[in-house]
């Protein structure tokens, strides 16, 4: 990102600017990723279908035991 070094405040001046310019002037437009295409190859390919669900079912086994976790924390703690 570009800024103007006119805008910016510097240790040298005894006035400092009270507002700053700072509006990037040059973007790069670099795509990451899979562009929509690419990504409906693999959206019913049985291996990533497999790796979906199975990533879907553990955050949901992991939530369902923290927050049993926390309930039986609580639950001994009152005994």
Known sequence: MFVDSDSMPSSE???IP???NL??????EQVVGL???QLKM?????????IRY?????????????LGGAIAIVLIAKL
């Open 13 to 15: 001046c005894e006035k």
């Open 18 to 20: 009270r507002s700053y």
């Open 23 to 28: 509006e990037a002037t040059e973007f790069s």
């Open 35 to 37: 562009t929509e295409e």
């Open 42 to 50: 693999y959206r019913n390919n049985p291996f990533w279908r497999t």
């Open 54 to 66: 199975a990533v879907f079912g553990a955050f949901w086994g992991v939530f369902a035991a923290m």
